[in-house]
């Protein structure tokens, strides 16, 4: 029996009876890719009463599940690099966000000469309104002996939540 006619017996059998003939009993034991299609229609027969709507041939749900498979088995192979990726991104994401915070500003206000501050401060004004907005919104929780470390530890898992969903959720570089 060949791989072929096996599926086609299997996606043209009389309700959801899955007895097997000796030559398809046989040919399970012998070919890995029918055993699994085989595990696959048993564990569709097992599935609940909405389930039993075959909507897709045999051949196409083994590989649908064979790809849940694998993807299943290259997270287990790669979590730990993700997870040292991402929390890697998420400390640097907060060193250059305190650089911006605490040192540009400074190193700014030393380097541009006045004349041109002058020049682009109407240019930068909405944005420096902004930056107050948001800041007078954190100012509470910053006033607190607890609070700036709240918030860079809230800034690190989002950073790090972010950092791993879209290595994970990313198209796979080697």
Known sequence: MTCEEF????????GRALSLTPQQREHVGSCP???FALAVENELVAAP????EVRMSLESRARVLAKAKVGRLFFR????????????????????????????????ERSIPSGALDTIKPYLEPFLQFGR?????????????????LMAVTLFILVFTAVLSAKVLGPVRE
């Open 7 to 14: 599926t086609r017996d299997i996606d043209e059998r009389e």
């Open 33 to 35: 890719s029918c055993a």
């Open 49 to 52: 009463a909405w389930a039993a």
């Open 77 to 108: 192979q790669h979590a730990a690099r993700l997870v040292e990726d991402s929390a890697f991104s998420a400390l640097v994401t907060m060193v250059i966000a305190g650089a911006l915070v605490y040192v540009l500003p400074g190193l700014l």
């Open 133 to 149: 907005e948001v800041a007078a919104a954190f100012a509470p929780l910053a006033a607190q002996a607890w609070g700036v470390g």
